[in-house]
């Protein structure tokens, strides 16, 4: 078969959606300071999770993402509770929030973790270490107090050991956590996962995919986030890490007699001449 077009095929339990977003405008990209610690949200980054968060509910993208996972830094939590977290939070309802009130001197209401997908927050998705404050973490402890739904049992250090003030990741080591992290992914059973992290990670990331296909397809993979952008894509897993088996695929039932496709059939059956 000519398949000189470019298309090919793969087992879909080898693949996996990935939902990958930059966070929304934060306090270091509207001033043009990298010297804001953890800088959080602007109002109108807020405006824009909530444009996000609407596109996600028509789109019906929300009902089926199964993982939601977030840099561990202030402004992608906001992001990623803000667009797919649950509804308001209510009281008399016992469960914690992914975001209690007015975290980051946001003025908002608590955001519910209720009929939400499970949060992770993963350091390998972080944007560049090092020298900037921006990127530079609170403690955990801190941050499960802003976040009490969010899951930061993947964060072995409660400090930012990660974070030097006088070296910064370059960019090549950057691209080679993002490799390592979505070997991570392949970990995960989850087949749908939101990813909220940085303008920066997910560009070098996303740069070492696509130089095989169409121009205009690299294009896609490779042009950089705005913020509050996402952008969807398929991760196949070629190398078989995944060890995930088929949850759809079905052999037939037994059959009664040989079950071949008619031209095989055809070249075993006694008197043809071509049995073998």
Same mark, same amino acid.
């Given at each position: 078969?000519?398949?000189?077009?470019?298309?090919?095929?793969?087992?879909?339990?080898? /693949?996996?959606?990935?939902?990958?977003?930059?966070?929304?405008?934060?306090?270091?990209?509207?001033?043009?300071?990298?010297?804001?610690?953890?800088?959080?949200?602007?109002?109108?980054?807020?405006?824009?999770?909530?444009?996000?968060?609407?596109?996600?509910?028509? *789109?019906?993208?929300?009902?089926?993402?199964?993982?939601?996972?977030?840099?561990?830094?202030?402004?992608?939590?906001?992001?990623?509770?803000?667009?797919?977290?649950?509804?308001?939070? @209510?009281?008399?309802?016992?469960?914690?929030?992914?975001?209690?009130?007015?975290?980051?001197? *946001?003025?908002?209401?608590?955001? @519910?973790?209720?009929?939400?997908?499970?949060?992770?927050?993963?350091?390998? /998705?972080?944007?560049?270490?090092?020298?900037?404050? /921006?990127?530079?973490?609170? @403690?955990?402890?801190?941050?499960?107090?802003?976040?009490?739904?969010?899951?930061?049992?993947?964060?072995?250090?409660?400090?930012?050991?990660?974070?030097?003030?006088?070296?910064?990741?370059k960019n090549e080591e950057v691209a080679a956590r993002g490799l390592k992290?979505?070997?991570?992914?392949?970990?995960?059973?989850?087949?749908?996962?939101?990813?909220?992290?940085?303008?920066?990670?997910?560009?070098?990331?996303?740069?070492?995919?696509?130089?095989? /296909?169409?121009?205009?397809?690299?294009?896609?993979i490779c042009t950089p986030f705005a913020n509050c952008g996402l952008r969807?894509?398929?991760?196949?897993?070629?190398?078989?890490?995944?060890?995930?088996?088929?949850?759809?695929?079905?052999?037939?039932?037994?059959?009664?007699?040989?079950?071949?496709?008619?031209?095989?059939?055809?070249?075993?059956?006694?008197?043809?001449?071509? @049995?073998?």
């Amino acid at each position: 078969m000519d398949t000189t077009a470019g298309q090919s095929l793969y087992p879909l339990h080898r /693949c996996k959606t990935l939902h990958l977003v930059r966070h929304a405008q934060g306090f270091h990209n509207a001033y043009l300071s990298d010297d804001l610690f953890d800088a959080n949200l602007t109002p109108f980054g807020w405006k824009q999770v909530d444009n996000l968060r609407e596109r996600v509910k028509l *789109s019906g993208l929300s009902k089926r993402i199964e993982l939601v996972i977030a840099s561990p830094l202030l402004r992608t939590m906001q992001t990623a509770v803000g667009v797919f977290g649950g509804e308001a939070y @209510s009281d008399g309802i016992n469960v914690p929030p992914l975001m209690n009130d007015n975290v980051g001197d *946001s003025g908002r209401r608590a955001i @519910s973790s209720l009929n939400s997908p499970p949060f992770i927050a993963v350091e390998l /998705c972080r944007e560049h270490v090092g020298v900037l404050p /921006c990127d530079k973490r609170r @403690s955990i402890t801190e941050y499960k107090k802003m976040f009490p739904a969010i899951n930061f049992s993947l964060i072995e250090s409660d400090e930012d050991i990660l974070w030097k003030p006088d070296i910064r990741e370059k960019n090549e080591e950057v691209a080679a956590r993002g490799l390592k992290f979505l070997e991570w992914l392949w970990t995960r059973k989850e087949k749908e996962i939101a990813v909220v992290s940085h303008g920066g990670f997910l560009l070098h990331t996303l740069s070492a995919f696509g130089n095989g /296909c169409h121009p205009t397809v690299k294009s896609e993979i490779c042009t950089p986030f705005a913020n509050c952008g996402l952008r969807s894509v398929v991760v196949v897993d070629r190398s078989m890490i995944g060890s995930d088996e088929s949850s759809t695929n079905y052999p037939g039932k037994i059959p009664h007699g040989l079950d071949l496709p008619s031209d095989v059939a055809d070249e075993k059956l006694p008197g043809n001449g071509h @049995s073998k």
